[in-house]
């Protein structure tokens, strides 16, 4: 037999009976491999929890004490030293983390979006116990985010944007029928705005546009250079768009010559003033093929005004996951996300009902979206914040009234309603699968949410469910609100009272509470019978189904519930 293969072989038989330090706890490390080979030994193991430490110790027979090793290095979890003395016992021992840090890194791990250098330094000095009130009282944690500021209507806002020369094509328009203004456009050599000669001729349209080489496509026809409005000197170009712009056909273009070179860096710049109506898309100047892209605007601009994808709303959430120092706000709010499930796509397939282009209903989609999240977090900032609180934006989402079928379910006359939204709210957001509800239970509880719908209404009408659609058109369009895709306004929960289902119901008839919820709930009765309902006051049987299913024993069972009343204070066990 071969030195090495001795090694490896004393080694495996020791490390079955190696594991006897009083600094371990639980059981140990399971072994990796032992390797023997080109004048080193390796032990490799699998990690052990919440180690701080790791040493080999060493004996030359069994009768000896075991002295750590000292001719080898641990680089993770694998310890190598020179093949010098083939022969003897091995331990691995481990040192476990102290109590604090240990507890620390599980606070960080449980309650927020893992740690960071920082974060761990800055719990240890405070204490765990002092970082878990912090968390459970996100109204108290000041912070103010860049990711988080909106421009809305704010004056001349000024864009740069530094790229390759892709095309002698520059393209201007606006990404949303509206209406605002735009100046000085410069476009330079080099990475410095502004430094050196401007590429964009009447790029200060202080002279009309059709001698100077600017081309205006169909939907800008109403935008000419204006005395209105000016960064600098006279005037600039009032932009109006009756649909959005996105490529040449649909924007305000002229070709630069001398043609530019991909192989060139240049820098644009200019000064854009948003629309007087809020629904006015950003202004997007570009070479064709991209090379360069000036947009204004923050994130959260985009997301606040409905201009923004999905790609864009993912970002934020990412980012403030990382930056928010309200980590558990983050953890919880991405928990409702997906505790109270929606779909993008569907909301994009319901919009296509009434737009054409492909990326306003992926804007609106992903505003629906926005907007109830947005909802969930101003309520969790709330220390009187309940489950009914976070089921009912659920309920009022848009959302989720698009993905669950209630936006078209109707109950009056001979139509049967949509039970989609009735079975999960029972099965996945309160009750659980299969735990006191039938299939009549899901039957009736669906003609209560019937007139639940969506629709297109004025700004100041977002949160008033009996609105009547907006007449407020597009700048630059038409007078014709027959048309949806003409209307400036917001989409939103309405109730369409003509399709409420008005007769007597009767949920959970004759239902009792499960001897296994113990007192003050086994034995009582659970049964909700809604009067008749006509007119407006039809909306309140769905805020009648949410009271009851938020105070229902069986949702004390979901884990929603558990971590929002953990979040609130109460006294709670998970």
Partial sequence: MTAPRSFAFLLALCLCAAFQSAALCGDPPALGSITATNGQKVINWTPYPAAFQYKIFRANDLSQPFIEDTSGSVAGFNWASPLTDPLGFYQLRVTPMDTNSLLTANVLNRLAYGPTPDELERVRAIGPDNYIQEQLAPELITENLSIDVVNTNSGWQYVTATGNGSSSILYVYLTKAGEGYIDDIVLVRGTVPEAGINLVRNGGFEV?????????????????????????????????????????????????????????????????????????????????????????????????????????????????????????????????????????????????????????????ATQIEFKENQRWRQALMNPQCTFYDLLRISAESSAMIIYLDTVNSKGNGSNIANENYARELLELFTFGVDNGYDQNDITVMSRTWT????????????????????????????????????????????????????????????????????????????????????????????????????????????????????????????
């Fill in 451 to 574: 007139g639940w719908s969506v629709n297109i209404v004025d700004y100041t009408n977002e949160f008033n469910p009996f609105a009547a659609r907006t007449t407020t058109v597009y700048p630059g369009v038409t007078n014709n609100f027959t048309t949806v895709s003409n209307l400036a306004g917001v989409w939103t929960f309405n109730y369409k009272q003509a399709n409420h289902n008005t007769s007597i119901k009767t949920v959970f008839p004759n239902k009792t509470v499960p001897a296994r919820f113990g007192a003050p709930y086994a034995g009582r009765n659970y049964q909700l019978t809604l009067p008749s309902r006509t007119g407006t006051n039809g909306i309140a049987d769905g805020y009648a189904e949410i009271a009851h299913l938020a105070n229902q024993p069986f949702t004390q069972e979901d884990p929603c519930v558990k971590l929002c009343r953990l979040f609130i204070h109460e006294d709670f066990t998970l």
């Fill in 208 to 364: 009309p546009l059709a001698t100077n080489d600017w081309t205006v496509s169909s939907n800008h026809f109403g935008s000419d250079v204006s005395t209105a409005q000016q960064h600098s000197a006279n005037s600039s170009l009032h932009l109006t768009a009756s649909s959005a712009g996105s490529t040449q056909g649909s924007s305000i273009w002229q070709t630069i010559s001398p043609a530019l070179s991909s192989a060139q860096t240049y820098t644009l710049s200019y000064w854009f003033l948003p629309g007087s109506n809020i629904t006015s898309g950003d202004v997007t100047v570009r070479l064709s093929g991209s090379g360069i892209v000036g947009t204004p605007g923050t994130l959260a601009t985009h997301l606040v005004q409905g201009r923004a994808s999905m790609d864009e709303l993912r970002a934020w959430h990412v980012q403030h996951g990382v930056q928010s120092r309200r980590q558990l706000l983050e953890v919880l709010d991405q928990f409702l996300e997906n505790h109270f499930v929606t779909q993008y796509s569907k909301s994009r397939d319901y919009f296509d009902t009434y737009y054409d282009d492909g990326t306003i209903i992926g804007q609106l």
